[in-house]
């Protein structure tokens, strides 16, 4: 299979654990997703729970994770324990980023080692194109670092790029999820799982 010539990416930041909001940004990026499905990426910047969400707190931050993995996110950037990073890599199959851990190209059946998600921006002339998966002031290409731009956690960033000869943006926009935008039921059952697993972890914690 050949790899990507061009490449769209779809990318949210700064969740903070707003699980009722997620099954309207699903039904939005779909729309916002390109006829053509394959070279599309997903990507979470961070930020996906916060210490003052009830079920972040009991799951370690672990709930949004889950839900956006059942999203079709290809990878997230994550602040994770070694525990809690254990425990989810057992559930999820998108990439779990951190300064330890890089996630590459891989939308079967297409897997291009040359494309890399990383949340180092060192520069590696071996590869095609790294994504830097931490929220930048701007979109930009630097020789072959991509960075991107943050958004808040009602928008959509969306960014395209031309691969050959060397990795060039063609287009970047911002886009603000409309307020009657309708839930997806898949992920509104997503969210309700999420949360009855997060409130049995809170009834056992009290019982402890």
Known sequence: MEKPLK????YTANIRGNLAMLPHLYTFMQILKPTERQGTLLLDLGDS?????????VTGGRSTL????????????????DEERTK???VVTMGLVDDRHNWHYH?????DESICVSTRPDSNQSLRLLIHLKAAETTAIHGNILTLQTVESAQVGMVTLELLPIPALTNTTIHVLPDNTHPNPTIVASVDFVESEARLFQ???SDT
């Open 7 to 10: 490449l769209t990416i779809l």
């Open 66 to 81: 889950i839900v956006l993995d059942g999203m079709g996110y290809h990878a997230a950037c994550v602040d994770l324990a």
């Open 203 to 205: 009834r056992k914690g």
């Open 107 to 111: 939308i079967p059946p297409v897997i």
């Open 88 to 90: 989810i890599a057992n």
């Open 49 to 57: 729970c916060a210490d003052d969400v009830w079920h972040c707190q």
